[in-house]
C-alpha cells in the first residue's frame, strides 16, 4: 500500500509509483547471471598495439584536439574516505594504546612520509600544544589519530579522497583533486581549454569549490591552459527502495527508506555532460608527477584509438543514411563490426542485406569507449568478457563477479583464469555522426543490477545497486579493450597505500 507520505516522498525524489513497484518486484525475482563467451585476452579482445601504432594514435589524438571538438574529463568523487582509514579507526577503539598490528606500525613508523604530515603536526600542536613526535614519545598515538581522523582535527575520516593530501612535492603537496586538474591538462586539453567535472556529494560541494578556487589560477599559469571545472551530484531519482527480508518495502519509522544507486546512477550525470570525448578516471588512481609519463602516454593511445574507429563507424554510418552502398561495402562494414568493434552475431550469415543493413546501422549508431585493461594481479573486481547480449549478439563487456554464474564451473573457470582487470580508464565518444549526443540511459541493460544485504539499526535490509556506470550501464556501447601497463593503475585504498612507492 501506498501511502500520501509515500507519494511526496516519490514526487520529491522524482521516482515514479511504477518504478517503485518494478524495484521491489526485481526483490523478489533478483537480476539474471549474464552469459559468458569467452574471457577477453590479447589473444582474441584484448588490444596490445605496437610502438609504431601507439606513436601512431597519440598522433591521431592531437589531431583530434587541434581542431574544434570538446574534451572533458569525468571524475568521480563521491565517495567518503572512511574505507581509507578502516583499521585506524580500530585502533581508537581498540583496548590496547601503542601501536600493535602491522598496519599501525606501519603507519607511524612512516608518518613523516604523508603528504597531510606538516598539517597533521600544526593541528596536533593547536589542540595539545604537543607535536607529533612529542605526542608519540609520550606513547599518545590515539591522539595523533583522533587529530587526524576526527572533525575537531583534519577531519579526514569523514571527506572525501579528493580532498585528502595525497602527494609531497618540494613546494607542495596536492590533494587528488589537484593531481587530476594537472593530468587533465597533460592529455585532455584542446584548443587551450581543459574541462572537468566532478560528481560529488552534497555535503561536500562547496569544500570542492573551495579548493577549486583556491588553486586554479595557479595550475592556469603553470600549464598555460583555461579550467572549466564544474560539479554535479547524484540525482535523488537514481535512488533505489530498500526491502525487508520478505521483499516488502523497507520503513522507518512508517516512512519509506531509500539508498543511494551506486556509480551507476552517474549515467544520468554523464548524459548531461555535452562533450565530444569524455576520459573517466576514478578519483584516487593518481601519481606524482615524476610517474605521469605512462599515464599521459596511454591516455592519449586510447584516445587515438576511439577518435580514430568513431571517424570510420561515421563514415559508414553517412554512407548507410545517404542509402548508396553495395553489397561490398555492407561486407567491408560487417568486418568492422566484428573485428574492430569485437562484436559478432550467428545470424548474420541467414540476413539478407536489408536486414544487414538494420543490423549494422543499430551497431554504429551508438556510443563508443575505449577501455584500457591492466594485467591481473590478483585485485578484487571487474574484467574483461566476451558477453551475449539480449539480441543474441556477442560483445566485449567489464564484468563483476556478482553477475556471474559461480555454480557454473566454466564461466567460473573464465572469471578465475582471465588475464586482465579493469582499473577504471575509459575514454568515450557519445554523440553522433551528425554531433547530435546520444541518450545514454537509453543503452543501460537494467537486468544487469545487482542486490546485496544490509543490516540498519539491528534489522536485515536488502540493498539494490544499479547496473555500474562501467558495467551494465554501458551495456549497449560499442567496447574496445587496450592493454595499458599495471604503472598506470594505482588506487588507494589504504592510507598506508600512500606509502608506496608509486605515490612518494
Known amino acids: 500500500m501506498i501511502?500520501?507520505?509515500?507519494?511526496?516522498?516519490?514526487?520529491?525524489?522524482?521516482?515514479?509509483e511504477e518504478q517503485l513497484a518494478e524495484q521491489l518486484k526485481t526483490f523478489k525475482t533478483g537480476f539474471p547471471y549474464l552469459k559468458l563467451d569467452a574471457a577477453a585476452t590479447p589473444e582474441r579482445g584484448v588490444l596490445c598495439p605496437s610502438d609504431?601504432?601507439?606513436e601512431a594514435y597519440i598522433g591521431k589524438w592531437?589531431?583530434?584536439?587541434?581542431?574544434?571538438?570538446?574534451?572533458?574529463?569525468?571524475?568521480?568523487?563521491?565517495?567518503?574516505?572512511?574505507?581509507?582509514?578502516?583499521?585506524l579507526f580500530s585502533f581508537l577503539s581498540a583496548e590496547y594504546d601503542a601501536p600493535t598490528t602491522d598496519f599501525e606500525k606501519k603507519f607511524f613508523e612512516n608518518i613523516e612520509k604523508f603528504a597531510f604530515y606538516g598539517d597533521l603536526d600544526a593541528m596536533c600542536i593547536k589542540n595539545h600544544s604537543a607535536s607529533i613526535?612529542?605526542?608519540?614519545?609520550?606513547?599518545?598515538?590515539?591522539?595523533?589519530?583522533?587529530?587526524?581522523?576526527?572533525?575537531?582535527?583534519?577531519?579526514?575520516?569523514?571527506?572525501?579522497?579528493?580532498?585528502?593530501?595525497?602527494?609531497t612535492y618540494s613546494e607542495e603537496a596536492r590533494t587528488a583533486l589537484e593531481e587530476h586538474l594537472v593530468e587533465g591538462a597533460l592529455y585532455a586539453a584542446a584548443d587551450g581549454k581543459v574541462k572537468l567535472h566532478f560528481t560529488v556529494s552534497t555535503d561536500h560541494r562547496e569544500l570542492f569549490q573551495a579548493l577549486v578556487a583556491e588553486c586554479k589560477p595557479a595550475y592556469e599559469a603553470k600549464f598555460n591552459v583555461e579550467y572549466d571545472i564544474t560539479f554535479s551530484e547524484q540525482k535523488p531519482s537514481t535512488d533505489t527502495v530498500a526491502a525487508d527480508a520478505d521483499n516488502e518495502p523497507f520503513r522507518e519509522n512508517g516512512a519509506l527508506v531509500f539508498r543511494p544507486g551506486g556509480h551507476g546512477a552517474l549515467i544520468e550525470n554523464?548524459?548531461?555532460?555535452?562533450?565530444?570525448?569524455?576520459?573517466?578516471?576514478?578519483?584516487?588512481?593518481?601519481?606524482?608527477?615524476?610517474?605521469?609519463?605512462?599515464?599521459?602516454?596511454?591516455?592519449?593511445?586510447?584516445?587515438?584509438?576511439l577518435v580514430d574507429l568513431q571517424a570510420k563507424a561515421f563514415e559508414y554510418m553517412k554512407l548507410i543514411d545517404s542509402g548508396k552502398y553495395t553489397h561490398e561495402q555492407i561486407e567491408e562494414m560487417i568486418r568492422f563490426v566484428q573485428h574492430k568493434l569485437q562484436c559478432r552475431h550467428e545470424e548474420i550469415k541467414h540476413m539478407e542485406d536489408c536486414e544487414l543493413v538494420l543490423y549494422l546501422r543499430k551497431k554504429l549508431n551508438r556510443p563508443i569507449r575505449v577501455c584500457g585493461m591492466v594485467k591481473n594481479v590478483g585485485e578484487p573486481g571487474g574484467g574483461p568478457f566476451f558477453a551475449y547480449n539480449p539480441d543474441g549478439s556477442v560483445s566485449l563487456q567489464i564484468l563483476e563477479s556478482s553477475q556471474i554464474d559461480m555454480a557454473d564451473e566454466r564461466a567460473k573457470a573464465m572469471f578465475e583464469n582471465g588475464t586482465h582487470f579493469n582499473p577504471v580508464d575509459l575514454v568515450c565518444a557519445v554523440k553522433d555522426y551528425k554531433g547530435e549526443k546520444f541518450n545514454l540511459p537509453a543503452f543501460v541493460d537494467k537486468n544487469t543490477g545487482f542486490i546485496s544485504h544490509k543490516s540498519k539499526n539491528g534489522r536485515e535490509l536488502k540493498a539494490m545497486e544499479l547496473p555500474g556506470l562501467w558495467n551494465g550501464a554501458m551495456s549497449d556501447w560499442s567496447t574496445v579493450f587496450v592493454e595499458v601497463p599495471l604503472i598506470t593503475f594505482n588506487p588507494v585504498k589504504t592510507v598506508n597505500d600512500l606509502l608506496r612507492d608509486v605515490h612518494q
Do not use: W
Request: proline share 3%.
Open 3 to 16: 501511502s500520501k507520505a509515500d507519494q511526496a516522498l516519490l514526487a520529491k525524489k522524482g521516482i515514479s
Open 52 to 54: 609504431e601504432e601507439v
Open 62 to 87: 592531437a589531431e583530434f584536439c587541434s581542431g574544434k571538438k570538446t574534451v572533458l574529463k569525468f571524475v568521480p568523487a563521491s565517495g567518503a574516505a572512511s574505507r581509507m582509514f578502516k583499521d
Open 133 to 167: 613526535k612529542e605526542l608519540v614519545e609520550a606513547g599518545k598515538y590515539k591522539e595523533v589519530v583522533f587529530n587526524l581522523l576526527d572533525f575537531t582535527g583534519m577531519n579526514y575520516g569523514a571527506l572525501p579522497k579528493g580532498l585528502l593530501k595525497f602527494h
Open 270 to 305: 554523464l548524459n548531461d555532460i555535452d562533450a565530444d570525448v569524455i576520459f573517466i578516471k576514478n578519483i584516487d588512481n593518481v601519481v606524482p608527477d615524476r610517474l605521469k609519463g605512462d599515464t599521459v602516454t596511454y591516455k592519449k593511445l586510447l584516445a587515438g584509438i
